[in-house]
């Protein structure tokens, strides 16, 4: 932005702004070693409207057919509204996916964000037909076949959004109504059980307490633009009922969370989550308990570094419904892909040191890391310290060129000293279109809390 004063009066100024625009058609490349890869061509503003065009491809030794595809269209902001909708279809298991099998899916959703603090209304809605296809020839007997609907509407109000412009804590209300039903089963009698495979029901309203500010700085995700860091407090309380597998049972739910920057330019972050159902007693019961570190950017020679470390820990209890621990997510280990280890207690470390170079080649920017993480699981009678840990080791390097909408592009190299099933011991991804900046919104639907 700059200013520039009116010689016609002396107490106006004219603010301007200068925008940068980027090539708006791209795609990326992302082979999973020689028998896997996937593809993604794409136009993010296409005939400058801001609509959105997208293919993605997939093709994959062993499935029947090889090839399969998604395909999407998303407008932004419908009429000015702040409303964007999103209409596609995949035969890449990329809908809703609440089964364990590859899943073909129709969708239409339309989602409405709290652009800001003075933002009065929130929403969002989703209307999916999704069905699981055998691609993998696997033997009748064990194919699960099923198919559901879902229907998933919310909307959120922001209480004294434009009454209070003194204080940026604002009070966010939000009630969602979502149904999952299955139009078939799966015909084995022990998935019919199965709460993933059964109809569900809730009503959840929620009340979210937050206060945002943002701090400018750079080399965070992006590569020396300046990039916004939304810091400050959020706390979200959620109840409701949910219907599922015969049994009627209030839930309650909290999180909550504290972002602050200190005064070396040190990013910290804690929080935790807790909830669970009421039936006699407390039943599927979650605790979460996670905090991270971004440290400050640090020359070194013609180098700037961060160093970034998370800690996290989950419990859960008295399962019903609920699905038990795994270190398959975002708190456990990457690409570690063992659906065998699970468990009621978890422990995670995870550690990464990331190096901005000045090396470029065609306008991409290099920054090569190192990482490590640990991962521990431990059963409901078992000390969570009785199994040895699981690690993850590697390092890789990431590129991006700011002029382009290509994204982060990332190459990793994991090496899991001790692995399970058939897993190998070395995994090489390339991926691309990586988070590339913080989350600018601290309220959403709401959910029942998310521990895997």
Not at 316 to 328: A, F, W, Y
């Amino acid at each position: 932005f700059y200013v520039v004063p009116r010689r016609s009066s002396k107490d106006s100024v004219e603010v301007g702004g200068l925008t940068r625009d980027v090539f708006s058609i791209g795609g990326s490349f992302n082979p999973s070693g020689p028998t896997k890869t996937r593809f993604r061509l794409y136009d993010v503003n296409l005939g400058g409207w801001g609509q959105r065009l997208q293919f993605n491809g997939l093709l994959q030794e062993g499935r029947q057919p090889p090839f399969g595809y998604e395909v999407l269209y998303r407008k932004n902001s419908i009429g000015g509204s702040f409303i964007s909708g999103t209409a596609g279809y995949t035969q890449l298991n990329t809908g809703s996916s609440y089964g364990r099998e590859e899943e073909k899916a129709y969708y239409l959703r339309l989602e409405r964000p709290l652009v800001s603090p003075y933002t009065t209304f929130a929403g969002g809605m989703e209307i999916s037909r999704n069905w699981s296809e055998n691609l993998f020839r696997i033997k009748d007997s064990l194919f699960l076949n099923y198919r559901y609907v879902v229907n998933d509407f919310w909307i959120g109000y922001n209480i004294g959004a434009n009454a209070n412009w003194r204080t940026r804590t604002r009070h966010f209300v939000a009630i969602r109504a979502f149904n999952q039903r299955f139009t078939n089963q799966p015909f084995q009698s022990l998935e019919r059980l199965n709460a993933l495979y059964n109809n569900r029901t809730y009503v959840l309203g929620g009340l979210t307490i937050f206060k945002q500010n943002f701090y400018t700085a750079s080399y965070i995700y992006g590569f020396g633009r300046t990039e916004d860091v939304p810091y400050g407090h959020r706390v979200s309380m959620y109840y409701g009922w949910m219907r599922q597998l015969g049994l009627e049972r209030p839930y309650l739910g909290i999180e909550a969370e504290k972002s602050i920057v200190s005064r070396n330019n040190a990013f910290y972050t804690v929080g935790f989550r807790a909830g669970g159902f009421r039936n006699k007693g407390l039943e599927d019961g979650v605790f979460l308990l996670y905090s991270s570190l971004m440290s400050r950017l640090i020359p070194y020679g013609q180098l700037l570094i961060r160093q970034s470390i998370t800690i996290d820990f989950a419990r859960v209890s008295n399962q019903r419904t609920s699905q038990p621990l795994d270190i398959n997510n975002e708190f456990g280990l990457r690409y570690f892909a063992a659906d065998s280890l699970l468990g009621t207690k978890r422990f995670h470390v995870n550690s990464e040191t990331l190096a901005f170079t000045p090396l470029s080649l065609a306008g991409f920017r290099m920054a090569p890391f190192v990482f490590g993480e640990m991962a521990m699981l431990g059963d409901q009678n078992k000390s969570i310290f009785y199994d040895k840990p699981y690690f993850g080791l590697g390092g890789g390097i990431r590129t991006r060129n700011e002029n382009l909408v290509f994204g982060t592009i990332e190459l990793r190299v994991v090496f899991f000293p001790r692995t399970v099933e058939d897993m190998n011991s070395f995994v090489i991804r390339l991926s691309s279109n990586l988070r590339v900046k913080y989350s600018a919104s601290f309220v959403k639907p709401p959910e029942f809390v998310t521990y895997n």
